[in-house]
């Protein structure tokens, strides 16, 4: 995976019968916590599920859309 510049993507336990992955998405400066990068079944795509109350600027939108776009390329290969 890519190394983001204002994001960290931690990879999470997933349920022993998940067939998808689960990532924490936490601001690398501070360690918060800002939401999750899961499927999303009824879309068949991997989403990213914003913790409530939060701002994105164009960057850290940009790392989180390259970072499901390289999830679904992977997905894609398999």
Not at 50 to 72: H, K, S
């Amino acid at each position: 995976m890519n190394d983001y510049k204002y994001l960290a993507f931690i990879e999470m336990e997933s349920p022993p019968d998940a067939k998808t992955k689960r990532f924490a998405v936490k601001n690398k400066q501070f360690g918060d916590f800002l939401g999750l990068v899961k499927w999303h079944g009824p879309w068949r795509k991997y989403c990213f599920f914003v913790n409530a109350d939060l701002v994105f600027d164009a960057g850290c939108l940009a790392d989180i859309q390259d970072f499901i776009n390289t999830l679904m390329a992977e997905r894609r290969i398999k």
